[in-house]
């Protein structure tokens, strides 16, 4: 009897950790990524072909002096009070609502690299797909007033000394 309920207990407890430490690191991220620029471009639309008709790239250029920064993990939240939903099509965790976001890779010339290492002046770019119902007009204001989402992502820089500090960084679109 004692054993069920301590099994029981370690196992509710076991069952929270994952979610205290990921509503912790949602709340406490950093929004401090000195020097790297973030440039949000006007909506994109594809051709008839395309799987995603409707998308926002975000530019993201290194501007720190003679340091490199990896970018791992990146991931979007829509705002819950954004005017902007997602595209129907592009799957996300149905419990955090995050949807996963791959960064450009030149060589294949698609969105398919988890990470990204940019050194001084190198620019790279994510996108968020965006529900093809709402008008180029609607998508332009949110950006404008940045009431889109959040743009999260684990960052690394080098020290002078070469050991690497990494945090999590998030950004408001």
């Avoid at 960064?103 to 965006?130: C, E, Q």
């Avoid at 609607?138 to 020290?159: C, L, P, S, V």
Wanted: with cysteine; glycine share 6%; hydrophobic share 35%.
């Amino acid at each position: 009897m004692l054993s069920n309920l301590l099994f029981t207990l370690l196992g509710v407890i076991l069952g929270w950790i994952p979610q205290t430490y990921r509503w912790a690191r949602d709340r406490f991220t950093s929004t401090k990524a000195p020097s790297i620029t973030f440039r949000v471009r006007p909506v994109h639309r594809p051709g008839p072909g395309a799987v995603y008709q409707c998308k926002i790239f975000i530019d993201i250029r290194n501007e720190l002096p003679g340091q490199p920064v990896r970018l791992a993990r990146a991931y979007f939240v829509f705002n819950k009070n954004s005017p902007l939903r997602p595209d129907p099509k592009w799957s996300h965790e149905s419990k955090t609502k995050r949807f996963h976001l791959c960064f450009f890779s030149p060589p294949t010339k698609m969105h398919d690299w988890r990470d990204v290492y940019l050194r001084t002046g190198d620019t790279t770019n994510v996108w968020i797909g965006i529900d093809p119902k709402h008008a180029d007009e609607h998508i332009d204001d949110a950006a404008k007033a940045e009431n889109i989402g959040r743009f999260y992502f684990q960052m690394t820089q080098w020290t002078d000394s070469g050991s690497p500090k990494t945090r999590w960084v998030r950004v408001k679109l």
